[in-house]
């Protein structure tokens, strides 16, 4: 039996694809398959899994289900989101360059410039804002342009059909990070991005208790080299890690929808605060892409920025004071978090093309009562700002 269907809007398919009842004893969730080896009937013969970082039907289950809320033939998942990027990257070989947009994820930044750097691999981080930017630089050694919208931290939107368009005119493929709009708010496969790349710790898990990572793409070339660098370098996540975060995406919709009214409530509060410079948030109309935003995105999401007039001591004070937005890492889960990103996450873009301003404060908007969060920052803003 095959309960969910194509067709099958984003809830349904949260809740069915890949979760089909499973055979033997009709358990209605997929168990934790908590085995390192299948036992085969005969030598040569398997029932689907032989050992289990080659595969393992937790993980299947978890692969086709946020396979199917990305609109994708394939689905990959990892240990972490950066294990995932590493698959993504190994398709890059000494003297190939890559473009990245010029904010990006620190780590993401970190692996391309450091890690892959250091193996001859060349990148230029460009404002992807002016797709045109992208043509007119043409390193013909590109083989991939790597972009996240809404970017992390400073909540950039790119245009991704666009920016498609030229890579793929090109020669080139495109990757998007989709982690901070999550398969809900937004598909880039359906926009032209020939792969997606996912840390299923932020939203997919949704509950800060799992790290993990996911790769989806309709490319079934680079799909089978995915699931061959998948078994032949290891990055694999464990059952339980995949059972948490197969947890956490059935619900992601309704999160979503609570996450997006949340922010709402805050980019309110603070565009209205004197103690606030700038809030960078794509549903403010008077953000430089919101109409992009309006067009590839179906909310804004949950992630809110804002620089404060007052400098790094105010930002600094504001990210250590707050009660409810705990100070940490990390976003995506249903608890508020502050952090400061200049010293915290992105502290290895630091004197890059990709720095970011002290004075810059990024919230992960959860989905406590507003009321109550919009207290809590605005107590801490009337206090230090
Ligand atoms: C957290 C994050 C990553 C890295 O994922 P991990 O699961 O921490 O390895 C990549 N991209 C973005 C946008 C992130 O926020």
Redesign the pocket.
């Known amino acids: 039996m095959t309960v969910d269907q194509p067709t099958d809007g984003f809830a349904t398919r949260a809740l069915h694809a890949g979760q089909d009842p499973e055979a033997v004893t009709g358990a209605v969730i997929p168990p934790i398959f908590q085995t390192s080896t299948f036992a085969q009937p005969r030598v040569g013969e398997h029932l689907g899994y032989e050992y289990a970082r080659t595969g393992n039907p937790t993980r299947t289950a978890l692969e086709e289900c946020v396979a199917a809320l990305e609109g994708a033939a394939h689905g990959v998942a990892f240990a ?4 995932a ?1 590493d698959t993504l990257l190994r398709r890059l070989a000494p003297g190939d360059h890559l473009y990245l947009g010029n904010d ?2 620190g ?2 930044y970190r692996i391309i410039s450091n890690v892959y750097g250091g193996h001859g691999v060349q990148h230029t981080a460009v404002d992807l804002t002016q797709p045109e930017a992208l043509a007119a630089d043409w390193n013909p050694a590109t083989k991939l342009v790597w972009i ?1 919208t809404p970017t ?1 931290p400073l909540l950039t939107v790119f245009d991704i059909a666009k920016i498609a368009e030229i890579t793929h005119a090109n020669g080139a493929k495109l990757v998007v ?1 989709n ?2 709009a999550s398969p809900y708010l937004q598909n880039p496969l359906a926009l032209g991005a020939d792969a997606v ?1 996912h ?4 939203y997919l898990g949704g509950h800060s208790d799992t ?3 996911f790769v989806a793409t309709n490319d079934d070339e680079w799909a089978a080299d995915l699931r061959y660098l998948q078994n032949a370098v290891g990055a694999v996540p464990g059952p339980f890690d995949c059972f948490l975060a197969l947890r956490g995406v059935k619900t992601l919709a309704v999160r979503m929808d609570r996450h997006c009214e949340n922010a709402a409530r805050i980019v309110e509060l603070l565009v209205g605060h004197e103690a606030v410079r700038e809030v960078l948030y794509p549903g403010l109309p008077g953000h430089p892409g919101h109409e992009i935003a309006q067009h590839q995105m179906r909310g804004y999401g949950g992630m809110v920025s804002f620089r404060l007039r007052g400098g790094v001591d105010v930002a600094m004070k504001v990210a250590a004071e707050t009660r409810l937005f705990t100070l940490a890492e ?2 995506g889960g249903v608890e508020s978090l502050i952090e400061h990103p200049g010293v915290m996450t992105h502290a290895s873009v630091a004197g890059s093309d990709l720095e970011v301003p002290d004075d810059l404060i990024r919230l992960s908007v959860g989905l406590e009562d507003a009321d109550d969060l919009v207290a809590d920052l605005r107590d801490v803003l009337d206090r230090v700002g």
């Open positions: 972490s989101g950066m294990a990027t990006a994820y780590g993401t996240e992390n990070d982690t901070f790349v840390s299923t710790t932020k790290v993990g990572g990390s976003l």
